[in-house]
């Protein structure tokens, strides 16, 4: 049976876990409720989201061994996607007290910290991370969370570009570095990087909005003063508008000013109200 | 046992590591008439990769003599691998022989337990595209492009073009495209060999490797056939996107088994089928590898009136409307359509155990069935169209956009 679980183990590095629940399904009865089948089947059960069956299939592994490491990291992964971020603390601390220097785990700790808004000590562990492996890409997309989370988006961007320098391949680093892209009015840029995403996993329906939205923005005419007034120096653009307004009413075209300027007036408004209407 | 025999064992197990000493005894058995322990030794060589060139074909030749054609199979390959030359094509002609006329041959791993027994003999396949409902213009094309140059290698090569090279059809899961590989090797009048993820795939170090080349070996050994290796992304994932090496280590295995097309693969046509193109790796799409790409779409209109009729046919039925049924079913899949048919089936069983008399399959019960299922494709669609609005560089997977034009977009 270790064929199957080597089966179940591809599908699921191929982020293809209903496949994978499938070949677990098919275990028979001397392995099915082996630790290994517990583990595999709660990471597949995460994948598909649900995170009640995970903890579920996590408890009934840590009843025959209450020591396994990964099951431990299954059930903090379930519990935090339920919400319940004291059970996942707990969780990923008793499998940390066997594993301290294990990176996914510490940076899996931090992630929850992060729902918890406990910002500081996420980072004190994201450090931790990163002496013990300078090469994984787990502790690099954290401090990209974090730094966001924090309210420094150009810090978030530059980390961002930092990680896809290191890993090209981080969904993470594409998405998070797309809506810097987006919220920077430049929606062109940010539909190149959600469009990574989309190539790395076609079958994840949510990148494929969140490209969709960034090219929406780019092809409506609608959106473009929105993107205009998100550029840095869009206030030059302002002034400029405004100076041309006077300057053309000081020639003498009073109305062809007035004119010039309620339209700039129009568009700056339609500007700030344009997301609400088109999203 | 001669005095000299005993001795070189004796010398050995004081120093197994020396090679040299065991090719002494290896060869020392053979003349005294030990062969069958005389090959465990070679074969130890051989795993050590201290069998010298020369000694490959002797091994392989009594490899054969003594059943043992794994061991034959793997001395011919690396017979050929180094350029040995003298004596290599008479050993492909025994080993050949031996798979053949031995029906189904054991082939001993281990000498004191020998393996299962393993299908020698592959007869050549007999299933037809005429076997396989609808797909006509993909059926059309591989005729053109794979089939003909196979059966008529001649023509194709006064024009510089050669049978064989790999074949990729890709699509939604259930629409045939293994029954299309097999109608490919039955048209072509060849075996086929089947590869499977769960073949191939073992949790040892390098496990997975070997038994890759040894599916290689064998189709060579068979060859003519089709080799069609069966969720070729699965075996094959983009490295791009792996994070452990094993996987990577197998992708570097096939490159290197295809990359043998030109010379040692002479008369295997590998095809592979795969649900998720766009995560096989992108070395084995280039040309010499996979370069020929054939996107195998759900059954259109008259396809799978083609499949219903043929999976309603020998069963008692009355007053069914094909033609309405199948435009009514469109992106079911062949297996789809298989399975509306079972349903209405377990329908008429149903109602026949209650009223006690043998009940026709009329349409109402297709009607009922189909109200219970949706067709499977419709995931494979969603993604394949994600793929292709943002990442059909090149217009390789131009067919899907194709077929996604006629296919209203789901919600």
Partial sequence: MTVAFEQARRYLEMGRSRQALEVLAELDSSTTDSPEAYIL???????LGRHDDAAEAARSGLAQTPEAVQLLHVLAMAEAGQGRLAEAEAAILAALEQEPEDVTLLCEYAETLMRGAQLWKADQLLRLAAEIDPEAAEWREGRVTLAYLRGDDHHAASLSRELLAEHPESIHGHRMLGLHELNEGRPGAATERFAEAVRSRPEEERFATEARAARARVRNPLWWPTTLLLRDGSWLVLFGGLFLCGGVAAMGAETLGVILFLLLIVVYLWALIAPAVLE | MSNRLDGLKAALELSPDNHALRLVLAEALVEEGYAPEALDHYEQLFDAGELAHDDLVLAGTLAVDHG??????????AARRTGVVGGTADLEDVLRAA??????ARTAIDPEEPAPAVAAHVPDEETRFVDVGGLEAVKKAIHRTI???????????RYGRRAGGGVLLYGPPGCGKTLLARATAGECGVPFLNVRMEDVLDPMYGVSERRLHEAFTDARMRAPCVLFIDELDAIAFAR?????SAGRALVDQLLQELDAIGAENQGILVLAATNAPWDVDDALKRPGRFD???FVSPPDVPARRAILQLALADRPQEGINLDALAERTAQFSGADLRALVERAVDMVIDEALEGGTDVPIRGSHLEAALRALRPTTTDWLRTARNYV???????????VVEYLRTVPKQR
Wanted: charged residues 30%; hydrophobic residues 35%.
């Fill in chain 2, 99 to 104: 798979l053949v006329d031995g029906g189904v």
């Fill in chain 2, 68 to 77: 043992r054609l794994q061991l034959a199979a793997r001395c011919l390959e």
């Fill in chain 2, 292 to 294: 020929r790409v054939v």
């Fill in chain 2, 389 to 399: 609005e943002f990442a059909n560089h090149g217009g390789r997977y131009d067919d």
């Fill in chain 2, 147 to 157: 089939v003909l140059p196979f059966q008529r290698p001649d023509l194709y090569e």
């Fill in chain 1, 41 to 47: 089947r709660g990471y597949a059960l995460i994948g």
């Fill in chain 2, 240 to 244: 791009r996107k792996q994070q452990g």
